[in-house]
């Protein structure tokens, strides 16, 4: 999170948005300044800075109230401590599927659930498999690198997309010797990783719907460029853009979309995720994609994680 600014949480919110807001130069700041005094004048600071979030109009950048070291928050924080990111399910039709749910939390806790959803694949993968199936249906967002890098053995070797800031910097995402990349740096998130799955998953079905949000909607982007992938159920959420976290002076803090996601062909995505395959069962359809693609050979035109086909 960065530093907190000198002045006022209102004044620090409108430089912030202004400096750093993807869409800020397609505000109007001296209105919107100026309903912003007013509001704060009216309802308060809170919902003027709300106000001047939703100016920029991401949909995505939002406003976190200081919260007191009460009881309560203990409490939650130890639940949030035990939050999973990921879970086995039935396998529909003999095809073994992974529930990627929405999580955030601390460094430590980050390095729990990426070794965690690395075992669960590793489980998975521990008998020669057809194919995968990886469950976004109902994942909000949250911090996506656990999920990259615990799922990162499903990605091919390369460029697997970056983020676009306002100011066309490109901030790489990429997978070499079975590590994930940001910016040219290892993420820190691979030293949580001690082994590889013993077999591939050649074909990887994804399903997604629109509670699929933000970093549910980023992981299944970077996959779906894979020539052994294909998404399946209804569009998502459509906030699939990187947010960076500001402190400010009362305490409380504010996350302002500050890139946008671009898949591995360089397509900037500014809406929502269109799966291959619209359909109100994806469990079951890809289920009957893998299988089919299995009986059939399905040969791609891929390398694949493992050494391919």
Not at 27 to 36: F, L, N
Not at 191 to 214: D, H, K, L, W
Not at 292 to 302: D, E, I, K, V, Y
């Amino acid at each position: 999170m960065a530093a907190v600014e000198r002045g006022s949480s209102l004044d620090v919110t409108l430089q912030l948005a202004k400096q750093h807001g993807y869409y800020a130069d397609r505000v109007d700041w001296p209105q919107i300044e100026a309903k912003a005094k007013l509001l704060l004048t009216s309802r308060g600071e809170p919902a003027a800075i709300r106000f001047v979030l939703e100016a920029l109009g991401d949909r995505h950048s939002s406003y976190i109230p200081p919260t007191g070291e009460t009881a309560d928050t203990v409490k939650n924080s130890n639940q949030k401590s035990e939050k999973l990111l990921s879970e086995t399910r039935t396998p529909v039709a003999g095809i073994p599927v992974i529930r990627i749910l929405a999580w955030s939390g601390t460094s430590q806790q980050a390095m729990a659930v990426t070794r965690s959803l690395r075992e669960q694949l590793n489980s998975v993968l521990s008998v020669p498999r057809c194919g995968i199936i990886l469950d976004f249906s109902n994942n909000r967002g949250g911090n996506m690198w656990p999920t990259l890098v615990g799922l990162s053995p499903l990605l091919t070797e390369g460029l697997l997309g970056s983020f676009k800031s306002a100011q066309d910097e490109a901030r790489l995402i990429e997978k070499w010797q079975n590590k994930i990349f940001y910016r040219g740096e290892s993420h820190n998130l691979n030293s949580a990783i001690t082994e590889q799955p013993t077999y591939p998953a050649r074909r990887i079905a994804i399903i997604v719907g629109p509670f699929s949000a933000s970093s549910g909607e980023i992981v299944p982007i970077l996959l779906q460029g894979q020539q052994n992938v294909r998404v399946f159920g209804q569009p998502t959420a459509g906030l699939a853009t990187a947010n960076t976290s500001f402190s400010l002076p009362n305490g409380g803090s504010v996350n302002i979309t500050t890139a946008l996601t671009v898949d591995r062909h360089g397509e900037i995505v500014e809406t929502r995720l269109m799966p291959d395959e619209e359909t109100l069962r994806p469990l079951e359809t890809a289920a009957n994609w893998v299988m089919r693609q299995c009986q059939s050979g399905g040969a791609l035109n891929t390398h694949l994680p493992f050494g391919g086909e």
